[in-house]
């Protein structure tokens, strides 16, 4: 890309530009709320100042003269007002979106969803801010650095953009140029550095603010909390492995009861030949179980001697573990994952099959058992069956008790934010009935 088609994309694509910044705010954005929940939910509603910069921002088109003169229609109408902060339709389609782009909701028309965080983590912290006063909230030496961390992380943000789409070999004159010329798309977009620095300070005075606030959670709410979760992940998860690997795998989802049948595999993993390992790969692809078995054998016997000294010394009565500190290749057997081991189930979803497939073979019947080599796509594998992982609900130690805690908390600070909206007042705008439908 030239300099000239660069010095368009930055003056007239700024959607370009908006996206850039979001991802800037969602990972740089300043928080000291104690919740994942609040803290993302405050990076999310910096985010937002740019695209409302953009609706206030926008310059219509020139009208075409008509015969008839009509009412003139807003196309960017209030849907809420708090405390004189008005929310508009774009803020609010735009943030819906956004959230949408982050996994926060399931579509990108939960207009519910988007309002919402507006008014409790845009709105409400803008307007406590300004009731309360700044200087009551933050001494002047705080305040002074905050705005020099402020302008310290708009300027990173800025020469990471420039060194992306410009290189880091650029003259000093051509920076000079550059920077200016970026910064520049930036406050015309409505987001110039002193805006930043202002929304920047008052999102730490609102959570030194909010931090004041504690709350205790006692022991009976704890263990109550605690055996809600169970029952409901017992209801969801008891025999339904395929459910319960996709929440806690792929989405994340910390569960309170897991189902019977896990082992602790651990394993140590030898590279094979390349090209015995895309013959196989190649194989296994197909139906030809002959032309697979002796893929497979070619495999293994592409690393026999190293083989054939692992399974010696094994025999031998050396740990397994010790053995796979000197010749594992997978970086994924270590910390929890060698003191555990994989948590393999014969139903899996997680593990390449023939993984799973040695894991519960007929030489891994009890615990301290080695298997015979299995061979996947990314070489061959020696299993050991370290141990049977207890089913059922999850033992109820202080790590547990720590999260517990910190949801209910979150429960409570999520209460005491809707309080003080509730108490400032949300007034709605026609446009809302029309946007919730």
Request: proline share 3%.
């Amino acid at each position: 890309m030239n300099f000239l088609v660069k010095t368009a994309a930055i003056l007239d694509g700024f959607p370009v530009l908006w996206y850039d910044f979001i991802r800037f705010f969602l990972k740089k954005g300043r928080c000291t709320m104690k919740t994942i929940k609040m803290t993302l939910a405050m990076l999310l509603a910096f985010a937002m100042l740019l695209s409302c910069a953009f609706a206030e921002n926008a310059t219509p088109a020139e009208p075409v003269e008509e015969a008839t003169q009509t009412e003139p229609v807003d196309e960017n109408p209030v849907v809420a007002t708090l405390h004189e902060y008005e929310i508009r339709l774009a803020d609010v389609e735009s943030y819906a979106q956004q959230m949408y782009s982050e996994g926060l909701v399931t579509s990108a028309t939960d207009y519910a969803a988007a309002l919402d965080y507006l008014l409790i983590y845009n709105a409400l912290p803008k307007v406590m801010v300004a009731d309360i006063g700044l200087e009551n909230l933050l001494s002047e030496e705080r305040i002074q650095e905050l705005y020099a961390e402020a302008e310290k992380i708009y300027k990173e943000e800025i020469d990471a953009y420039i060194a992306y789409y410009y290189g880091s070999d650029l003259s000093d004159e051509d920076y000079q140029l550059i920077y200016e010329m970026v910064a520049g798309a930036y406050a015309e977009a409505g987001f110039p550095l002193e805006r930043y620095k202002e929304e920047f300070v008052v999102g730490e005075a609102f959570a030194a603010h909010f931090d004041t606030f504690k709350f205790e959670i006692s022991e009976d709410k704890l263990k109550e909390t605690f055996d809600s979760f169970v029952e409901s992940d017992r209801e969801m998860f008891e025999g339904n492995v395929l459910m319960y690997e996709y929440a806690t795998n792929y989405y994340g989802y910390q569960s309170f009861y897991m189902p019977e049948g896990y082992r602790g595999i651990t394993h140590i993993l030898i590279d094979a030949d390349a090209d015995a390992l895309s013959a196989y790969a190649t194989a296994a692809a197909g139906t030809d179980t002959e032309a697979i078995e002796n893929a497979k054998a070619a495999v293994i016997e592409s690393c026999k001697e190293k083989l054939d000294e692992i399974y010696a010394r094994i025999e031998n009565g050396e740990s397994f573990e010790s053995l796979i500190g000197e010749y594992n290749t997978d970086p994924g057997m270590s910390g929890d994952n060698l003191k555990n081991g994989y948590a393999v189930h014969k139903n899996t979803i997680v593990y390449m099959q023939e993984f799973t497939d040695g894991a519960f073979s007929e030489k891994m019947v009890s615990v301290g058992d080695v298997s015979d080599p299995v061979v996947t796509s990314y070489g061959v594998h020696i299993l050991y069956y370290l141990r049977d992982i207890p089913g059922g609900v999850i033992e109820y130690t202080d790590a547990v008790k720590a999260e517990l805690e910190a949801y209910c908390v979150g429960i409570e600070q999520d209460a005491l934010l809707r309080q003080w909206l509730s108490d400032y007042g949300v007034e709605y705008g026609a446009a809302y009935a029309d946007l919730m439908g």
